[in-house]
């Protein structure tokens, strides 16, 4: 008995903290014309609540390395092309210790497709930003960056409560087990905190199971 009614308990919760991550996510999107609108599901407010933040504008953190390249497979994404191409739209400067964070693209044309498509990044990613150099001989030279964010929330709040599904089992499953256990009483005291723990532990597998199953 004891057995099913964990198992039936672990079924529940999985799909209850599953349904209220996926009904609470929200995102800033971006139109054609740049303007950034609130966008998500129908409790997407608790989401901004515990993971809203604020733009520290004073402080840049640039793309480079892995971050960097990754920015540029994004691009090749949206915009329908290869950054690296025959025609050299552009091309990635490296520097003589590997780094790259600079893209260079040769002539005001090539500028104005990027400048056009640019809309079509930020839809994806909404934090990220670039700056153009001032003309040169050969062309302009971007790098794209982020200002820093300063949670209102720290890690350990924001997480359990809102963004990390792997971490809904700690506080939203204790929740849900004493909940089970006083709407039911189908176990004494003792086994109730006996399986407290091994619960919260298995309903962080269960959740994101039935999230990723159902959000395919």
């Known amino acids: 008995m004891i057995t099913l009614y964990f198992i039936l308990c672990f079924l529940s919760g999985s799909f209850i903290l599953a349904g209220w991550y996926i009904i609470t996510r929200g995102e800033w999107v971006c139109s054609v014309d740049g303007k950034l ?14 993971e809203g933040y604020t733009v520290q504008k004073g402080s840049m953190l640039i793309y480079e390395g892995a971050a960097f390249y990754k920015m540029i497979s ?5 915009f329908g092309m290869n950054v ?22 040769p002539n005001e044309q090539s500028l104005a497709h990027f400048s056009i498509n640019w809309w079509r990044v930020k839809s994806i990613n909404p934090d990220v930003r670039y700056e153009v150099s001032e003309p040169m001989d050969n062309g302009y ?17 924001r997480k359990p409560l809102s963004s990390c599904i792997y971490c809904y089992g700690s506080f939203y499953g204790s929740l ?13 005291t003792d086994q109730a905190f006996l399986l407290w723990v091994p619960y919260c532990i298995s309903l962080t597998v269960g959740a994101a199971i039935v999230w990723k199953t159902t959000t395919k």
């Open 141 to 157: 030279f971007v790098f794209f960056y982020e200002h820093k964010k300063k949670y209102h929330f720290p890690h350990w709040i």
């Open 84 to 105: 690296i191409d025959e025609r050299r739209k552009y091309t990635i400067n490296e520097e003589s210790d590997g780094r790259a964070y600079l893209v260079h693209i």
């Open 176 to 188: 849900v087990w004493w909940v089970f256990h006083w709407a039911n009483l189908m176990l004494t």
């Open 37 to 50: 609108s609130s966008n998500g599901k129908i409790f997407k407010f608790w989401s901004k609540f515990w």
């Open 74 to 78: 994004l691009m090749e994404n949206v």
